[in-house]
């Protein structure tokens, strides 16, 4: 069978398709490069549905003018960080986590980071961040064999594949319940707010008391245009919270993209509160803790 040549477009790799627009057009070119820029770790659709596929890339990829303009990569490193949010690698992010006074979530998950393994599994990243950091008992890991451990590789191990599978979930990502229905296999306690169904008091709330304590973590579900950053929808946990700048610190488990970065509380709940192309709900916030005895 010959495919049509829409077809044959559509299943061409990235950068085949930016070579291809290179040498027809310098200004197809241009606007392919921008596209493979913002590839995030935004749900990426089935292929069954190519009207789907469309409207998702279409909402994944709508960024501010600041954000596109910013997205020029560097010669070695991620991108550049928005002028809005502050590194923690700078002197004034540092100085922000050490004067916090609900900064107890960093400690446990900054010695369990995890890069995550494919530009849809930010959820799975962050939620063996999480489970690891929460000290509970840790099953048997394929990647150590002599020590237990939450991994990436074996995260579904245990989950209903109707809840959610690796296959699915490293070509779609998650959203807020199906995460929140994946992380309850789990020997945690979980609840999960939809960012639509708070107020911003009650958002910074949980992240205050959330980020004040070792035994409790906020999974953040958000969208990344809204804070400045380039790309979509994205999953990242919460490690502190300062009062005096009303910003938290989100620990970026896409790693190769964007470092650690304070960002405003408002804008986070602006991102929480974007509304996800698959579920058709709000975003939010995931809180994952150890169960009481």
């Known amino acids: 069978m010959v495919r049509s040549s829409t077809s044959a477009v559509r299943t061409m ?54 954000a596109a303009s910013a997205a020029a990569r560097p010669a070695a490193g991620p991108l550049p960080v928005p002028p809005n949010l502050i590194a923690l690698t700078q002197p004034a992010g540092q100085k922000r986590l050490m004067a916090s006074a609900h900064n107890q979530s960093y400690w446990p998950l900054s010695e369990y980071f995890e890069t995550q393994r494919n530009e849809a599994y930010c959820s799975v990243a962050t939620s063996v961040m999480a489970l690891n950091a929460l000290g509970i008992h840790r099953p048997e890991s394929t990647q150590y064999p002599d020590f237990p451990y939450f991994s990436q590789e074996d995260f579904f191990r245990s989950i209903d594949p109707q809840v959610a599978n690796a296959a699915q979930v490293s070509k779609e990502g998650m ?46 579900n958000f969208r990344r245009a809204e804070i400045g950053e380039a790309g979509g929808g994205h999953w990242s946990p919460l490690a502190a ?4 700048s009303d910003s938290a610190l989100l620990l970026d488990v896409a790693r190769y993209k ?3 970065v304070w960002v405003p509380v408002t804008q986070l709940y602006a991102g929480a509160q974007a509304v996800d192309s698959v579920s058709g709900l709000s975003r939010g916030i995931v ?7």
């Open 287 to 293: 809180i994952v803790g150890t169960r009481a005895n």
């Open 175 to 220: 959203t807020l319940d199906q995460l929140g229905a994946a992380l309850s296999t789990f020997p945690v306690e979980v609840r999960k707010f939809h960012a639509g169904d708070l107020t911003l008091g009650q958002f910074r709330d949980l992240i205050r008391d959330t980020t004040g304590r070792s035994d409790r973590f906020a999974l953040l």
């Open 241 to 244: 919270y300062d009062a005096a």
């Open 258 to 260: 964007y470092p650690a």
């Open 13 to 66: 790799p990235r950068y085949s398709l930016i070579r291809a627009a290179r040498s027809a057009n310098p200004l197809a070119w241009l606007a392919a490069c921008v596209v493979a820029t913002l590839a995030a770790c935004a749900p990426v659709p089935p292929a069954g549905n190519q009207a789907a596929d469309q409207t998702s890339h279409q909402a994944s990829l709508q960024v501010p003018a600041s």
